[in-house]
């Protein structure tokens, strides 16, 4: 296989993003996979693993490479504002989270 | 999923918009059979939030974006909230694929995608344009009318044919509402609530026509010689050096003034001859600066000379909006068109006439 350097790419960052399951691992999967990298500078590969000793796959896991650390800063800072918000609509607007509000509101 | 939508009584979308500065977030109720005049249209909610940039500055793709993040989860809760629906009943999420501001439009696709993903709905990728003409038909009623499309991105005349919402007449170069917002920054003209509805206001009260270029070019025109010149205007009149043509005093309003009778009637005259190639006596104007009584008004009586009227909406439905991205949508999913997660990108051009429009005849 191609070292990072030899691609050209030779600023690499891993992240891995733990979820409660594989449901939403694979929903943040889905909805942030869509938009390629606007710089041909950078790539990016997404994907679900299991976390150790687990066969679920509840991790995001990102792997980055760049041409340069700032091509590289830049790409990740713009994924994290993405993935903000990805988490903060799963916390917030998922079925079970709508319909235990609406339910509340309908006591009250 | 594997209700055939066509024969469901009542349809529901949500639509998230946010090509521009606004952020918009509806739900819509279609009822009765789909491409029928049975079909009834209800909107359900309409909520919108504006990121507006300080006097002097316009709005960065970046910190649109980042508004727009913010923003979104707050106006799904409230959209749904006045909506009074439940997930249950929603059939498929609407998003805007484009044109406007790549930033944006990424951010809001990102969220919708989500949505879509978590609540196991069909996500429906939407035309920007198509979006504000289908909500000017379905509010205005216009059966078939010559569509005047004029925004801070676009402005173009259109026509309907054989399934594809044609242009026939088109800017070459900024969108008339760039060059209103562009002017209304040289002279630090508030962004809040809009800067084209304070040039409106300030316009009232201007009395002195400047002479400005005017420039139509057979069925197209041009705004950004007009902005050119009406800057270097508006740096003579901060000077105190700007004069009449009797060599009277200018104020800001008097050019206000004489900008929005130059580029509005620019509008008219393409607007009428698009009526006379198609034999419509109806305009229908969307898009933000469509909501300007002043331009209502010369269209109006264009109109009115050729026997016609002119159809527009307010606020609410002119400027962008969530719902009519749930309504263009909706009618496109009740064809069977859908946008696979997959391929639910954004695009920062999408013209108007690559939609084939198959909920019309």
């Not at chain 1, 800063?73 to 917030?92: I, K, T």
């Not at chain 2, 521009?20 to 909520?47: D, F, Q, Y």
């Not at chain 2, 990102?110 to 344009?129: E, P």
């Not at chain 2, 198609?278 to 009584?293: A, D, K």
């Amino acid at each position: 296989m191609a070292t990072p350097e030899a691609t050209g790419f030779p600023c690499a960052l891993t992240l891995n993003v733990p979820f409660p399951d594989s449901r939403l691992a694979s929903v943040a999967l889905q909805a942030l996979r869509v938009d390629k990298e606007l710089s041909p500078l950078v790539t990016r590969e997404l994907s679900t693993v299991a976390a150790e000793g687990a066969t679920d796959q509840t991790v995001l896991r990102v792997v980055y490479k760049a041409a340069t650390n700032r091509m590289l800063r830049v790409a990740v800072n713009s994924f994290f504002d993405s993935l903000a918000l990805v988490l903060e609509v799963m916390e917030e607007l998922d079925v079970d989270v709508i319909e235990a509000r609406q339910k509340q509101e309908k006591t009250t | 999923m594997t209700v055939d939508i066509t024969s469901k009584p009542r349809r529901i979308a949500l639509g998230c918009e946010g090509s521009a500065n606004k952020l918009g977030i509806g739900v819509i109720l279609h009822e009765g059979t789909p491409g029928t005049p049975s079909e009834r249209i209800t909107v359900l909610s309409n909520i919108r939030h504006t990121f507006v940039s300080p006097p002097g500055t316009g709005f960065l793709p970046k910190d649109t974006a980042r508004h727009h993040r913010s923003y979104f989860v707050r106006l799904a809760k409230q959209a749904l909230a006045a909506a009074n629906v439940t997930i249950d009943e929603i059939d498929c999420i609407c998003y805007t694929k484009g044109p406007g501001m790549g930033a944006p439009l990424t951010s809001v696709a990102i969220a919708a995608r989500t949505l879509a993903l978590l609540w196991g709905k069909d996500l429906v990728g939407v035309n920007h344009c198509v979006g504000h003409i289908e909500m000017g038909r379905a509010i205005t009623g216009a059966a078939h009318p010559v569509v005047l499309y004029v925004s801070g991105g676009n402005t173009q005349v259109i026509a309907y044919a054989e399934q594809r919402y044609r242009i026939f007449g088109e800017t070459l170069d900024i969108a008339v509402g760039n060059c209103l917002d562009r002017f209304a920054r040289a002279l630090a003209i508030s962004n809040d609530p809009a800067p084209g509805y304070n040039i409106e206001q300030m316009a009232k009260k201007g009395k002195v026509l400047l002479d400005l270029p005017y420039a139509v070019k057979g069925m197209d025109c041009s705004f950004s010689g007009i902005l050119t010149r009406v800057e270097e205007m508006a740096a003579l009149l901060k000077k105190g050096e700007l004069k009449g043509p009797e060599g009277e005093e200018v104020t800001a309003e008097d050019l206000c003034f004489t900008l929005q009778e130059t580029v509005f009637a620019m509008l008219v005259e393409i607007t009428e001859r698009a009526m006379a190639h198609v034999g419509s006596n109806q305009v229908l104007i969307v898009g933000g600066v469509g909501c300007n009584e002043r331009l209502q008004e010369m269209m109006g009586a264009m109109a009115r000379d050729r026997g016609g009227s002119v159809y527009a909406t307010d606020e609410r439905f002119c400027i962008d909006n969530g719902i009519m991205i749930a309504h263009a949508g909706l009618l496109a999913y009740e064809t069977g068109f859908k946008t696979p997660i997959e391929e639910s990108t954004c695009t920062q051009r999408f013209r108007t006439d690559e939609v084939l429009v198959k909920w019309r005849k």
